[in-house]
């Protein structure tokens, strides 16, 4: 099966990326990692409080022109923004007057995402959405995760439409997701029984955890897909870093790519990341349950084997601070607990594949 994407949407994936390397690069989202890491930080405050022109209308609406707007609403350009200055940690300065604790939202740049269309991308047009599809959902997804966007992403936009203010990045909601929430100190909305809720310190210095005794029920399918298209983003990413690492770094006056070792640990991070891709934009066409948790597994795969490869590659440096790498690493372990996990995944597969009995 051979997969094209359509004019619009190329648009709406081009244009979320140049709208998130604007608000949320590479150097934004090392200074709310040390932010976080001080205790108490915010993600990366400051930004517009977008007045919305027309939420992701302006993203998925085709042409450049989509793509410049989406920039715009999370640039903070355009918009009567009420945010303070740009910048990692806003107005005030990483973690200034703030008492330790976990990570802090960036609600200007939440409220930003809601103009962009990112929450109420699948909510119809009449409800005041975008009107867009699972497909397109997953290419944004997949952007957010290419980005480690922070944030209960998922849960807001599952909840769009259904808990007011989320469409529009007003309201940020969490979720009960198993036996753990993400973001629940932050949530003004939470869906699921927290009682006896106990923070965890979590893995991913950017996703806060809460462990909660309550029921499991069965993960949401789309819940499942969104989260393997974030998967299938950081496959993504770490694919472009280990390369770029393995052309411009030198040994014994060589690129380090021209050795065998490195090369194949690059050629098979590729593999798994198309590999992926083909399955989370096929499960997203048909929507069935078993393509999903098929593509949830090599999602899964992808990501935290990419991510373990891309570090051999960058070696010690992988592990510092000035590097991406490791985070990714970490946000595809949290993630892998997300929305059932591997296994929940795995027994769906399995079912689906396993003739019925009589």
Known sequence: MRFRLTDDQRALRDGVREALARRFDGRALRAAVEEADRGGGAGVRGGARGTGEGPGRSAAGGGGAGGARAAAALDGRGHGGTGSSGGPGGAGGPGEGRAAGPPRLDRGLWRALGDLGFFALRVPETDGGVGLGLTEAVLVFEEAG????????????????????????????????????????????????????????????????????????????????LTAAEQLGTAGRVCELAAQHA????????????????????????????????AV????????????????????????????DCLQVHGGMGFTWESEVHLHLKRAWVRTQRAGGVTESEEVLAAALTPETV
Do not use: M
Not at 281 to 308: K, M, N, Q, S
């Open 146 to 225: 290419r980005a480690l966007l922070p944030g209960p992403l998922v849960a807001t936009h599952l909840a769009a439409g259904a808990v007011p203010g989320a469409a529009t990045g007003e309201t940020v909601v969490a979720a009960v997701d198993g036996g753990l929430v993400e973001w629940l100190a932050e949530a003004d909305a939470v869906r699921g029984d927290t009682t006896g809720a106990v923070p965890l310190r979590s893995l991913d210095p950017l996703t806060p955890l809460h462990r909660v005794p309550a029921a499991r029920p069965a993960p949401d399918p789309v819940a499942i897909l």
């Open 247 to 278: 052309r411009a770094r030198e040994q014994f006056g060589r690129p380090i790519g021209a050795f065998q070792a490195v090369a194949h640990l690059c050629a098979g991070i590729l593999v798994r990341a198309e590999t992926a891709r083909a």
């Open 281 to 308: 934009y096929a499960a997203a066409v048909t929507a069935d349950p078993a393509d999903i948790a098929a593509a949830r597994i090599l999602a899964d795969e992808a990501a935290v084997r990419g991510a373990r």
